[in-house]
C-alpha cells in the first residue's frame, strides 16, 4: 500500500522521473515533509500529556485484528472511557463498531493515504472530549511500512502481529518492529491451527525488537488481555 503524500512513491522507472523534478527533490520533499510532522507531533504530545492522557499508536497489516483488539479493550478497561481515533482509507465501520463496544471514537477517512500524521490526528482529537479520558488508542491504517515513520504524538506504539501472517514480519520490516514498545502477537487461539511456530517468531522478535514487551493475546476470546491492561494501566500511572 503506496501513496504520493509521505514520498513513498519514489520507486519508479527512471523515464517516469524527470531531470528537473528527480530523486533528490522527492527526498527533500520527504525531509521536509517529516520535519513538519515531527513539529505537529511534539504539540500533540504536549496537549495529551497536559490532560493527562495516555496515548497509544497502534499498528499493523490489514486484517490483523486492531480493531477486534480495541473491542475488547473498551468492553473490559475498568476505568474512564477509551478515546479512540481509527484510520481507514474509507467508510466509518471500525467506528462503528467500536463505539458499540463502549469506546468514545472518532473515524479519520484518509483517502489514498496509507498511514496517519500528526496533524490528522491533532483535528480528529479537538472531537473528542478529553475530560472524558485518560487512555487514547490511536488505530493507524492497517500498512507495516509508512506509519512507521510518522510520530503522532503517542507515548506507546504498540506493533500488533497476528499467528496468521507468519513469523518473519519483524525480519521483512524492521523498522517497523525496532519502533514498538510493545508486540502484541494475536490470534493466539488459531496458532495451532495455522501452524504458527511460536519460537521462531519470539527468536525474531528478540532478533529485531528486544526492548518491546511481548504478549501473547486472543481478541476473540479475550485470553491475554488482562496483562496487556494491567501494563497500560502502569504506564498511565507513570
Known amino acids: 500500500m503506496m501513496c504520493a503524500h509521505c514520498g513513498c512513491d519514489v520507486a519508479k522507472a527512471p523515464s517516469e522521473i524527470s531531470q528537473r523534478q528527480g530523486p533528490s527533490r522527492r527526498i527533500n520533499l520527504r525531509i521536509n515533509l517529516l520535519q513538519r510532522n515531527d513539529q505537529q507531533a511534539l504539540q500533540n504530545r ?12 497502534l499498528l499493523s ?41 463502549g469506546a468514545k471514537a472518532v473515524q479519520i477517512r484518509t483517502g489514498d493515504r496509507c498511514h496517519l500524521d500528526a496533524a490528522l490526528v491533532a483535528n480528529a482529537f479537538t472531537q473528542l472530549n478529553h475530560n472524558e479520558l485518560t487512555l487514547l488508542m490511536i488505530e493507524n491504517v492497517g500498512n507495516l ?35 514498538a514498545d510493545a508486540v502484541l502477537i494475536n490470534k493466539s487461539d488459531l496458532a495451532d491451527v495455522v501452524g504458527f511456530d511460536r519460537n521462531a517468531a519470539i527468536a525474531n522478535l528478540e532478533t529485531i525488537a528486544p526492548q518491546a514487551k511481548r504478549f501473547e493475546v486472543s481478541a476473540r476470546t479475550g485470553q491475554g488481555m488482562k496483562a496487556v491492561m494491567q501494563w497500560l494501566t502502569d504506564e498511565l500511572q507513570h
Not at 504536549?46 to 499508536?57: P, S, T, W, Y
Not at 478497561?77 to 462503528?96: F, Y
Open 46 to 57: 504536549i496537549h495529551f500529556q497536559r490532560h493527562g492522557l495516555l496515548a497509544v499508536n
Open 61 to 101: 497489516a490489514p486484517g490483523s485484528g486492531k480493531t477486534a483488539f480495541l473491542e475488547q479493550l473498551s468492553s473490559l478497561w475498568s476505568q474512564q472511557p477509551i478515546g479512540v481515533i481509527v484510520g481507514d482509507l474509507a467508510t466509518d465501520n471500525d467506528a462503528q463498531r467500536l463505539a458499540k463496544a
Open 145 to 179: 511500512v509508512c506509519p512507521a515513520a510518522f510520530d503522532l504524538g503517542e507515548q506507546l506504539r504498540i506493533v500488533l502481529l497476528s499467528v496468521t501472517e507468519g513469523e518473519d514480519k519483524p525480519l521483512k520490516y524492521p523498522a517497523l518492529f525496532k519502533s
